[in-house]
C-alpha cells in the first residue's frame, strides 16, 4: 500500500498529488480526509512525480496538509454476480438497500473492453414494447441502442417504465404469422444519474408493484449525491449489464437516466482541469466519451444474452441541437423524441413521430420477425402524417376550405393518427398485430391511389374493405 | 534501438525520454505490453507519443522502445475481404486471440504469413523493370487479380524469378539493380500511411462514377477519381448513402473506413456484403472489398491513423491499375480525433477547439485522390504481359518507353497506359447539423461534389434525403460527352430540365404557401404537379426494396424521358381544353409512380407508359380530334 499526504493543490473535484511513486494511469485512488471520511478516486494524468487525481465524491472537508492518499494497483471495479438481481446499489456500486455486501463471482473493471466488429452480431431480433408509436413506426431491436429524446416535464419515465414492463421478443419459429411472446430470461438494469429522489422512486415502486424487482439491478446517483460520482455510474451499469447477458445468457435492458447530468458532470471535471472546451464548454472527447458507454449495447455471436439500451435525456430547452442530445443521436441507432405539443394536447405517449427514428428497423421486421407488410406499412404512414401536418400548417394561414380534396383527406388521417395510433394508455401493452391494424384502419382513410409506397400485393391483402371486413388484417 | 522511458500519461498521450535517435512520426512500442504509439511532437529531448491502445495502467518509469520506422501497412495479396482496425490488425485475427472483446497489447500482422498463393509471373530473367512495373499476378479471388509489382524507388534487371505457390514474405525472384546490388522480390511491400504512393502524372477525370443512386447519377454526378462529401445531421442518411455507393457502384475495388462510428454498422456491413451480389461480376460483394473498422468506442489515436489506413491500400490497388472507391465515414470523428490528440498536446486551438492545421490536414488527404497514370516503366499491363510473352530484353522495354514519351502529349493517355483511379466519398457529421462548423467548411473548400442531407426531408421520408437545391456536381461538365455517347444525347438536356423544374417548384411553394395552389396558373399548376412526380417518382429511391435500390444509367434516363413527356403533354392538352382535374386523375401517373420498380421488360414497358400519357391525356380531352394532330404514334 502505497500512501502519502503529499497534497499540493485542490480544485474542485481534482486534487494534484507530489512526491508520487510507480502510479499509473487510471488507477483507483482511496482519499481519507481528516474527519475520517474516506471517497475514492481515480488518476487522470501522471506526469513524473505529481498525479492528478479525480475525487468521485467530493472534496469537502479535504486539505492539503492531512489528507491521507492511498494508491491501490488496481483500476475502478465492480464485482458482479448473479445475487445482485433484485438488490439496490449507490452509484459506486455498493449496497444502498441495507441488504448485505455481494459475494463476487468476478471483479471486473468497470471501463470494459470494446467488442470486436468481427464478434458481433447483428441485432435483428423484434422486441414488442407494446407501444404502437415505437412498434410500428421506429421499433426496438435486441442489442439495439435507442435513446427517448425528452425535456423537463415530459414523461419520458413513464414511457421508459412501460417498455421495461412490456417488452417482449416473439417467438417466430411458426412461419408467416405473427407469433407468440417468446421464452427467454429477462433482466433490467437501471442506472440514475443526478435524477430526483421522486423520479428514482417512480421507478423502483413500478418495478416493485410488477415484482420486476426481482429481475432487476439498480444503481442510484441521486440529484444529492456526489456529482462526479456519476462519471462511474453507468459503466458500474453496464459492467453488471455484460455480466449478466454474456456470462448469466439474460436478455437485458439497460436503462440510462438521465445522461445530461452525466455529461454535466463530465464538463465539470474537464473545467476544472483547464481542458480547451468544445461546444458550449463540454470536452472535446464528449463523443469518444459517451461512445464508450453507448457502445456497449449489442450482441456477441455464440452467446445467448443481449444488451438494449434505453437512454433518457432531457435536452436543455427542447433543442436537439444541443451537443448531448446531437452527439448521441450520432452514436445510436436512431432516438424516440418527445414532443411537448402532443402532450399538451394530452396524448400519451407524446411521441413525436417524424423525428424519431430506429436505425436497425429494416432488419428487425418483416417476414418471419413481425409480418411482411410491416415496412411499406409504416413507410406509408410516416409518409401520409408529414403530410397531413404541412397541410394542417397550410390550414393555419389560408383557413381548411383553402385545401384540395386530397389535402383534407391527409388533414383527417393526421388527426386520427395521432388519436388511434400515437394515443395510448400507460399500461396499454399492444401487440404488433394490434397496431398493424390500426395502421391499416388509418391508411383505408387514404385515397387509394396515395398509398404509393405499400406494394400493391400487400394493399389487396391487407387493406380493409368498405363493407366493413376490417379483421382482414389481424 | 533506443529504450526510453515514460514520463508522463494523459489519456491517449503518453510522454516519453531518452528516444535522441527516433524522428518525428516513428513507430514505437510503449510499456511492457509493447503498444503500439507513433511519435507526433518532440520537445528538447521529451517525445510526445499517440498511443493507439488504451493506456490505463501505464506509469513513469515504464519502457519505450523506438524501431525507427514510420508507421506502415503490408501491401500485397490477402487485403481483400479483410476487416482491419485502424492500424491494420486483422480483427478476426484479434478475435482468436482474445475472444469477442479486444484486449491490449495484441500484435497481428496485416498479412497472413502462412497463406501461400499462386503467383505467375508476367517478366522474365534479363528484363529490365521499373518501380511501379508490374512483374506477375496472383488470382487474389475470383473477381480481383492482384498484380504484383516492383516497390517504388526500384529499378534494375530482373535476374530470376518463377512461377509456383508462395506467401507473402517468400521470394518470387531476384533482381539485380543499377548500382549492382541485388534484392529479393517478394509479394509484400511495406508502406508509410503518411507519404502519399507515388505515380507518374495525375491526369483529368472524366469518366462517371455510377452508383445506381439516381439522384447521384443523374443530377449530382461524381467521377472517377472525384472526391464527394456527404454532411448531414443524424438520422438523415448518410451512413445508408455510404453504404449504397460501397454496394452499388462501378468501381472495382472498394476500401470502406468505419472511423469512429458504431460498432452494428460494421457488422451489418459484415454480414451482409458476403450476401449480396456485384451487379458487374455477379460475384459476392465483399470480395471486392477491404473493410477497416475502427468504431467509436475503440481507441481515439487509432482512429486518426484509420483514414491513412485506407487511403495509403486504395492508392496501392490503383497503382495495379484499378478504380478505386475510397470512403470514409465519417471524417467528423477523424477531426475530433485530431481535436482530442491537440488538445493533450496544448495546443493552441483554431475554431471550436479543433488544431489550426485541421484544414492543411482533410485537404491533403483528399488531394490523395484522383485518377493518375500509374508508375511503371511501360505502356501498362498489357505491355508487361506482351514483354513477357515476348521474352523481350531492356530493348523492348526501351522501346515501350519511348512511345509512351511520344505519347504523352495526347489527351488523357492510351489505352496502352495503365491507369488507376481512386475516388474519396467522406461523410461528414455536423454538429447539429450545422454546415458552417470548421469540418465542413475545411471540406467544402476541396471536393468537388456535395451532397447535402436534409433532416427535413427524411423526416418526410424522403430518401435519399440528398437535398436538390442545395447539392452540387462540379463534374457535370466533364461528363456530359460521356453521357451522350454511352446514356443518349437528350440525358443531359432532361435532367437540365428536370432541375429547372424543381426550382422553380421551390419559388412557386412559396406562392402557394401564402395564397394557395388555386392562385397560380393552369401551366404553373402542373409544374408542381410534375415537380412532385420528379420527387417522388424519380429522387425518391428506397435502398432496402431490392427492385429499387439499383437503377441503372439508362433506366434513370427512360424514367424523367416519361415524366418529362407528361409535362409536355398536360400542358399541351391543357392548352386545348382538358381540364387539370382530369389530367391530373390521369390512371398513367401511377403507372409511372410504379415505374422505377420496373424489373422485366423495362424497355417495352416504357413504351406503353409513353402511349398510355397519349391516349389518356390527349385521347379523353374534349377536343381529342383536335389535338389528333400532335399526337403522333398511338391512338
Request: hydrophobic letters at 40%.
Amino acid at each position: 500500500m502505497r500512501e502519502y499526504m503529499t497534497t499540493r493543490d485542490i480544485v474542485g473535484p481534482l486534487l494534484l498529488i507530489e512526491s508520487v511513486a510507480d502510479v499509473t494511469y487510471g488507477e483507483l485512488v482511496e482519499l481519507e480526509f481528516p474527519d475520517g471520511t474516506r471517497s475514492l478516486g481515480n488518476v487522470l494524468e501522471v506526469d513524473r512525480d505529481v498525479a492528478l487525481v479525480q475525487a468521485f465524491e467530493g472534496t469537502r472537508g479535504a486539505n492539503t496538509a492531512q489528507t491521507k492518499v492511498r494508491f491501490l494497483g488496481r483500476s475502478l471495479e465492480l464485482g458482479v454476480s448473479r445475487d445482485m438481481l433484485g438488490r439496490v446499489f449507490d452509484g459506486l456500486g455498493r449496497p444502498a438497500d441495507g441488504g448485505p455486501d455481494i459475494i463476487p463471482d468476478v471483479r471486473r473493471s468497470i471501463y470494459g473492453s470494446p467488442i470486436n466488429p468481427t464478434a458481433r452480431d447483428f441485432p435483428d431480433d423484434f422486441i414488442q414494447t407494446g407501444v404502437s408509436a415505437i412498434d410500428g413506426l421506429n421499433p426496438l431491436v435486441r442489442g439495439q441502442k435507442l435513446p427517448i429524446f425528452s425535456g423537463s416535464g415530459l414523461p419520458h419515465n413513464q414511457l421508459a417504465a412501460q417498455i421495461a414492463r412490456q417488452s417482449a421478443v416473439l417467438d417466430c419459429t411458426g412461419g408467416d404469422e405473427i407469433g407468440c411472446k417468446a421464452e427467454g430470461e429477462f433482466a433490467v438494469v437501471f442506472a440514475a444519474m443526478g435524477i430526483t429522489f421522486a423520479d428514482a422512486d417512480f421507478f423502483i415502486d413500478e418495478f416493485r408493484n410488477t415484482s420486476a424487482i426481482e429481475r432487476a439491478v439498480l444503481f442510484l446517483n441521486l440529484a444529492d449525491d456526489p456529482a462526479v460520482e456519476r462519471i462511474a455510474t453507468p459503466r458500474m451499469a453496464l459492467t453488471a449489464a455484460e455480466y449478466l447477458a454474456y456470462d448469466c445468457d439474460m436478455h437485458v435492458l439497460v436503462i440510462l437516466t438521465d445522461m445530461t447530468y452525466y455529461c454535466e458532470a463530465l464538463r465539470e471535471v474537464s473545467a476544472a482541469r483547464k481542458e480547451v472546451p468544445g461546444r458550449r464548454g463540454y470536452p472535446g472527447y464528449l463523443y469518444t466519451d459517451l461512445a464508450t458507454i453507448y457502445e456497449r449495447a449489442g450482441r456477441v455471436k455464440g452467446r445467448h444474452g443481449s444488451i438494449t439500451q434505453v437512454p433518457i435525456l432531457t435536452m436543455p430547452d427542447d433543442d436537439k441541437t444541443h451537443p448531448i442530445p446531437d452527439l448521441t443521436g450520432y452514436i445510436t441507432e436512431g432516438q424516440i423524441v418527445l414532443d411537448r405539443n402532443l402532450h399538451r394536447r394530452g396524448i400519451y405517449p407524446p411521441v413525436a413521430v417524424l423525428p424519431s427514428l430506429s436505425r436497425l428497423k429494416q432488419k428487425g421486421i418483416g417476414p418471419g420477425k413481425t409480418r411482411e407488410d410491416h415496412a411499406d406499412l409504416s413507410n406509408q404512414l410516416f409518409g401520409a402524417y408529414a403530410r397531413g401536418l404541412q397541410a394542417k400548417e397550410l390550414a393555419v394561414i389560408l383557413g381548411e376550405a383553402a385545401l384540395s380534396d386530397d389535402d383534407k383527406a391527409f388533414v383527417a388521417f393526421a388527426d386520427a393518427f395521432e388519436d388511434r395510433f400515437i394515443r395510448q394508455g400507460p399500461h396499454e401493452d399492444r401487440s404488433i398485430a394490434d397496431t398493424l391494424a390500426i395502421g391499416w384502419e388509418l391508411a383505408a382513410l387514404l385515397p387509394r391511389t396515395e398509398l404509393k409506397r405499400i406494394k400493391d400485393a400487400y394493399v389487396e391483402k391487407y387493406l380493409p374493405t368498405d363493407d366493413g371486413e376490417e379483421d382482414a388484417a389481424s | 534501438m533506443d529504450q526510453g522511458r515514460i514520463v508522463k500519461v494523459a489519456g491517449p498521450l503518453v510522454v516519453a525520454e531518452g528516444l535522441p535517435s527516433s524522428k518525428m512520426y516513428d513507430l514505437v512500442r510503449v510499456g511492457t505490453e509493447g503498444l503500439m504509439g507513433e511519435i507526433i511532437e518532440m520537445r528538447a529531448d521529451r517525445a510526445s507519443i499517440q498511443v493507439y491502445e488504451e493506456t490505463e495502467g501505464l506509469g513513469p518509469g515504464d519502457p519505450v522502445e523506438a524501431t525507427g520506422a514510420p508507421l506502415s501497412v503490408e501491401l500485397g495479396p490477402g487485403m481483400l475481404e479483410a476487416v482491419y482496425d485502424g492500424v491494420q490488425r486483422p480483427l478476426d485475427a484479434l478475435e482468436a486471440q482474445s475472444g469477442a472483446f479486444i484486449t491490449r497489447g495484441m500484435n497481428a500482422p496485416g498479412l497472413d504469413r502462412e497463406k501461400r498463393w499462386e503467383f505467375t509471373p508476367v517478366v522474365s530473367a534479363g528484363d529490365r523493370v521499373e518501380g511501379g512495373d508490374i512483374i506477375g499476378t496472383v488470382p487474389e479471388n475470383t473477381v480481383i487479380e492482384h498484380r504484383v509489382m516492383v516497390p517504388p524507388g526500384i529499378s534494375g534487371a530482373i535476374e530470376s524469378i518463377s512461377a509456383g505457390e508462395y506467401t507473402v514474405t517468400d521470394p518470387v525472384g531476384r533482381l539485380v539493380a543499377d548500382d549492382g546490388t541485388t534484392h529479393d522480390l517478394v509479394m509484400m511491400q511495406v508502406w508509410p500511411v503518411r507519404v502519399p504512393r507515388p505515380y507518374k502524372k495525375k491526369i483529368a477525370a472524366d469518366e462517371p462514377l455510377t452508383t445506381g443512386t439516381r439522384v447521384i447519377d443523374t443530377f449530382f454526378p461524381i467521377v472517377k477519381g472525384g472526391v464527394a462529401c456527404i454532411p448531414g445531421p443524424f438520422g438523415a442518411g448518410k451512413t445508408v448513402t455510404q453504404h449504397q455507393i460501397a454496394k452499388w457502384s462501378n468501381a472495382e475495388v472498394v476500401i470502406f473506413i468505419g472511423c469512429g462510428e458504431r460498432g452494428n454498422e460494421m457488422t451489418d456491413v459484415l454480414m451482409e456484403f458476403p450476401e449480396l451480389e456485384d451487379p458487374y461480376s455477379g460475384e459476392p460483394l465483399l470480395k471486392r472489398t477491404v473493410l477497416v473498422a475502427n468504431t467509436s468506442n475503440m481507441p481515439v489515436a487509432a482512429r486518426e491513423a484509420s483514414v491513412y489506413t485506407g487511403i495509403t491500400m486504395a492508392e496501392y490497388f490503383r497503382d495495379m491499375g484499378y478504380d478505386v472507391v475510397l470512403q470514409a465515414d465519417s471524417t467528423s470523428r477523424w477531426a475530433e480525433a485530431m481535436r482530442e490528440i491537440s488538445g493533450r498536446l496544448e495546443e493552441m486551438p483554431g475554431d471550436e477547439g479543433f488544431p489550426a492545421y485541421l484544414g492543411t490536414r482533410l485537404a491533403s488527404f483528399y488531394e490523395r485522390a484522383g485518377k493518375v497514370e500509374c508508375l511503371s516503366s511501360d505502356g501498362g499491363a498489357e505491355g508487361a504481359r506482351a514483354q513477357a510473352a515476348g521474352s523481350g530484353g531492356p530493348e523492348e522495354a526501351s522501346a515501350a518507353r519511348s512511345v509512351r514519351e511520344d505519347s504523352d502529349e495526347g489527351p488523357t493517355g492510351t489505352a496502352a497506359k495503365r491507369t488507376g483511379s481512386v475516388s474519396v466519398v467522406g461523410s461528414v457529421s455536423p454538429p447539429g447539423g450545422d454546415l458552417s462548423e470548421p469540418v465542413v467548411q475545411n471540406t467544402l473548400r476541396v471536393v468537388k461534389v456535395f451532397w447535402a442531407l436534409q433532416d427535413q426531408l427524411a423526416f418526410q421520408r424522403h430518401f435519399p434525403a440528398i437535398d436538390w437545391l442545395t447539392s452540387y456536381s462540379l463534374y457535370l461538365d466533364k461528363i456530359t460527352g460521356h453521357w451522350a455517347e454511352e446514356v443518349s444525347p437528350e440525358f443531359r438536356a432532361r435532367r437540365d430540365e428536370c432541375m429547372a423544374i424543381l426550382q422553380r417548384e421551390n419559388e412557386l411553394a412559396e406562392i402557394v404557401r401564402l395564397v394557395g395552389v388555386e392562385a397560380l396558373s393552369p401551366e404553373e399548376q402542373i409544374l408542381m404537379e410534375t415537380a412532385k412526380s420528379i420527387r417522388e417518382d424519380f429522387l425518391q429511391q428506397n435502398a432496402f426494396r431490392d427492385d429499387d435500390q439499383f437503377s441503372s444509367l439508362h433506366e434513370q434516363d427512360r424514367l424523367l424521358e416519361m415524366i418529362l413527356l407528361f409535362h409536355k403533354t398536360a400542358i399541351r392538352a391543357h392548352e386545348h381544353g382538358a381540364a387539370l382535374k382530369e389530367i391530373f386523375a390521369a390512371p398513367v401517373r401511377e403507372h409511372i409512380a410504379r415505374a422505377k420498380y420496373l424489373t422485366e421488360d423495362r424497355a417495352a414497358e416504357f413504351d406503353e407508359i409513353a402511349s398510355e400519357i397519349e391516349t389518356q391525356l390527349v385521347g379523353t380531352g374534349p377536343l381529342r380530334e383536335e389535338t389528333a394532330v400532335y399526337a403522333g404514334g398511338e391512338r
